[in-house]
């Protein structure tokens, strides 16, 4: 789950209607890649938690769905991250003297005409290190709509090599206000979706994810590419689900906390019960995680119970149904969707469970991180009216991929 940064407005327009749709690729994994997917959570786990238009993802191995978001004028396009988990909108300075942004677009005060001093500083502790710069006021466009005045992370510097291999430049935060950083009570920082609430861009508040699930690169009729990902702002796209939503609202702690947090009553496999069973257990519904995050004593319970993995993938259909009950519904997750798939230099696939166990710490207890294998089986929507997340069984596969706003 990636850290908060921020991102504040004042003033909006609406720069078309038109939905626009952005393919999402998918890159084979290897071994040493799904590791490295392992190890840069590790790092990044450890500091915090009207007509809809579309915006472009990509699906990087499986990993990471990032899409395009422009900044200044004229507009000058980033990657970024659309992440639930966090909630700040941040990209690379021309002034940034790190590795990482020699491989990156940067943003370049001097070349626009919109930007405004905000004049506070920026500092974000990764595992990798300390990310710092300033904030601005800047014009701000995400799919289809034009954010003016709005306040944006411009880094100087991003230390670590898990900034140089990413494939996004900076990240756009979708959780709470709560959260966005620097915490100022006397000025706080508005995330960009507070910003189109705020001038009542959308026709609901509400936004939405479906994440499609790819053949695996080596398999019969595997490729390198995977279309059908989804981002839909403003409402839901009833042709990525199928029967009913189930609604499930968060409970109070969610107020302090500032992340997507639904409690989970119950999980197990076999019959047998792994967890949250006494004690609801905290889960953070993030795009943002390639994996699911489990506190380290239940993953050793789940890790236990399942069968050893093959790297070869020749038993992931022998491995069991994992059932999580969520807020009193019951949602399976086959293999399929909690086994990362890759491939091998020879083209073959190889497999590594999804499941990591980590504690990420919150006032009485350890937070759950259900990340994409969840939401690539479950369509998942974020209600900021009613501050409760829905869940609907995701149509697999589809076709062409895109970010809706």
Known sequence: MAPSLLAFAAGVAVVGAAPLHVPI?????????LNAFKEKLSQLSSSQLSSPAPVALKDFQDSEFYG????????????????????????????????????????DMSKSSSPRQDGRKLILPYGSGICAGTLLEETVGVGGLTLTNTTIGSIVVEPGEIWV????DGILGLGYPTIAMPLDPDDPILPPVDVMMKNKLLDKNQFAFYLSTCKPPGGTGGSETCDGSVLTFGGVDSTKFSGEISWVKMPAIQKALGYWLVLGNGLNTGGKNLACGTIPCPMVVDSGTSIIVAPSQEF??????????????????????????????????ESDFYVL????????????????????????????????????KYYSI???????????????PKSQATVVV
């Open 341 to 376: 798939r890759g491939a091998t230099s020879n083209g073959a696939d190889e497999c590594q469970l999804g499941i990591q166990g980590m504690n990420v710490a919150v006032t009485g207890g350890f937070l759950w991180i259900m990340g994409d294998p969840f939401m690539r």
């Open 68 to 107: 395009t978001v422009s900044v200044g004028t004229p507009p000058k396009d980033f990657t970024v991250i659309y992440d639930t988990g966090s909630s700040n909108l941040w990209v690379p300075s021309s002034k940034c003297v790190s590795k990482a942004c020699k491989t990156h677009n940067k943003y």
């Open 165 to 168: 291999v990413s494939p996004f």
């Open 300 to 333: 050793s319970a789940i890790n236990k119970t399942l069968p050893a993995l093959k790297s070869d993938c020749s038993n992931v259909k022998d491995m069991p149904t994992i059932n999580i009950n969520i807020g009193g519904n019951k949602f399976t997750l």
């Open 382 to 396: 974020f209600d900021r009216d009613q501050d409760r997340v829905g869940f609907a069984l995701a149509n697999q």
């Open 25 to 33: 690729k998918r890159k084979p994994r290897t071994a040493s890649q």
